[in-house]
């Protein structure tokens, strides 16, 4: 069967959470899925079975990578381990922006470092501001994670398709990435603040994390197709 041509505007939209337990079949489902995808999410589930070497796979096939690891701890632990995933030739990384302004600085300075010594481009520090899957989240709490986030000089953002106007209102030229995609009508199992395709790019989300809709669907390579294709329209 030839590939599909996907125009590579619509690919670097499209990251595919990898949330498997192995790198052989991360792997497998890379592969299949490389003409829809640009962006491969390495989140902490691949990253604890595999740890870094599912990144150097993964940019060997092409994709730019996403080091999902959600960074959470005291500034200095977080700029270290910032400075070594900085090293390692990845184009995003996540840290969780409830650390604050101090966590995120240090994390933003250790990725610049890991990568000015690497001789690389470094990659974007992307804070989370509330995980898609929180039904609570008190509405005041994402203009402030996302102030810190840009006083502390990362460069994107992580929010719900639901939470993209107050963001691009508050950080219009931060790069928004989306999780909880769902196509109409898919279910949106965890997830509790869930948005299609076409929503969150008309939005303003800039990339968009598609995961189980794909990865569990009985036949992922449609489910890909008519995700593309919902953005090509
Ligand atoms: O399978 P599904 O599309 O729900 O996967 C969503 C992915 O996005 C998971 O890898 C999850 O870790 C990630 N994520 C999220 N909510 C955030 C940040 C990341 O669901 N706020």
């Keep these: 069967m030839s590939e599909p041509e996907i125009p590579d505007h619509i690919r670097q939209h499209l990251a595919l959470a990898l949330d498997v337990d192995d790198l052989v079949a991360a792997s497998r489902l890379a592969r299949e ?46 700029g270290r381990a910032s400075r070594v995933l900085g090293a390692l030739g990845v184009r ?30 470094p990659p974007v520090a992307v804070a989370v501001t509330v995980l898609t899957s929180d039904r609570d989240a008190p509405p005041h709490i994402i203009p402030k994670r996302v102030r810190a986030a840009m006083e ?19 950080a219009p030229r931060m790069h928004k990435v989306v999780p909880g995609i769902r196509p109409a009508g898919a279910s949106s199992d965890d ?29 992922r390579l449609a489910a890909a197709a008519a995700i593309a294709a919902e953005l090509s329209d």
């Design 33 to 78: 899925l490389k003409p829809w995808f640009g962006v491969a999410k390495v989140g902490l589930e691949l990253f604890s079975a595999a740890g870094p070497e599912a990144f150097g796979v993964l940019q060997d096939m092409g994709y730019a990578v996403f080091a999902d690891l959600k960074l959470h701890d005291i500034p200095t632990t977080v």
């Design 92 to 121: 995003y990384v996540t840290m969780h922006a409830h650390g604050d302004v101090a966590m995120l600085s240090a994390g933003v300075e250790g990725l610049n470092e890991g990568a000015t010594n690497a001789g690389l481009l």
């Design 152 to 170: 502390a000089g990362c460069g994107g953002i992580v929010c719900a398709g639901t939470d993209l106007d107050d963001v691009r209102s508050l």
């Design 191 to 219: 997830q509790a603040r869930v948005a299609t395709p076409r929503q969150a790019i008309d939005a303003g989300a800039d990339l968009l994390v598609v995961g189980r809709a794909v990865t569990a669907s009985d036949d």
